[in-house]
């Protein structure tokens, strides 16, 4: 059977007409951030992303009825956990995307990781959410353009399919077609390492991206 092909997440996409240009690439995910916080924060999403193309809305520490407006608002396909949301709040989230005829939508649960010992907190989530996502931990809750030691996927025990993301950088796609064809990874999230400024994602980069990962045959 064909192994499915590493899932690309462009995050980050800040203004309509580049969030149009960048969805030409088809994509299988567009994130779009809903942290008032962050240089990337956005209430602004083009309707040219095509259906193929799931959009994914990052959250951190947002109230549930939030999340659950801004998925109707902006019709997302995937809701991003991108704070200290324990699994009590991923249960009270699923309970009212069931309420509301929502649960097509999945949830996505991001873990900040320095040391092994970070790596724990995936048991809690692990099955319980939809995909797990390691980023590296900073003094931001996300897009610290920094990586955690990849060489700390090489134990993990984990059943959830697996997103890496964290400071990716055009020079990494062997690293990360080498982790894919291991079974490491199902998934990465590309965020600051391929921006002309923040927000603003360099079409040419990702598109050399895109080209060196998925024609890599695994
Ligand atoms: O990008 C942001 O500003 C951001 C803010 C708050 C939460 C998450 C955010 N982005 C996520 O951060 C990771 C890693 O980004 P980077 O490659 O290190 O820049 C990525 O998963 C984004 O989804």
């Given amino acids: 059977m064909e192994k499915e092909a590493l899932q690309i997440k462009v995050c980050g996409l ?12 088809e994509v299988d995910y567009a994130g779009f951030i809903f942290y008032k916080k962050s240089a990337r924060y956005t209430l602004r999403i083009s309707e040219k992303i095509p259906p193929n193309t799931k959009k994914v809305g990052v959250f951190v520490n947002s109230s549930v009825n939030d999340v659950i407006q801004k998925v109707k608002d902006f019709n997302l396909d995937v809701i991003q956990l991108h704070g200290k949301e324990n699994l009590l709040y991923v249960r009270e989230l699923q309970l009212k995307l069931y309420a509301k005829e929502l649960t097509h939508v999945k949830i996505w649960k991001a873990i900040a990781v320095k040391t092994a010992s970070d790596l724990e907190l995936i048991q809690t989530f692990d099955t319980k959410v939809d995909a797990i996502l390691l980023d590296a931990k900073g003094p931001l809750p996300g897009g610290n353009g920094t990586k955690f030691d990849w060489d700390l996927l090489d134990n993990l025990e984990i059943e959830s399919p697996l997103i890496l993301s964290g400071g990716i950088k055009i020079d990494d796609t062997e690293q990360i077609n080498k982790l894919r064809e291991n079974n490491k990874i199902w998934g990465v999230d590309i965020n600051s390492g391929f921006e002309i400024n923040p927000g603003l994602k360099d079409f040419g980069r990702i598109k050399r991206f895109v ?3 998925k024609n890599e045959v695994v």
Avoid at 14 to 25: F, G, H, R, S, V
């Fill in 14 to 25: 800040k203004y309509p007409k580049n969030q149009a240009l960048i969805a030409k690439l």
């Fill in 211 to 213: 080209e060196e990962v």
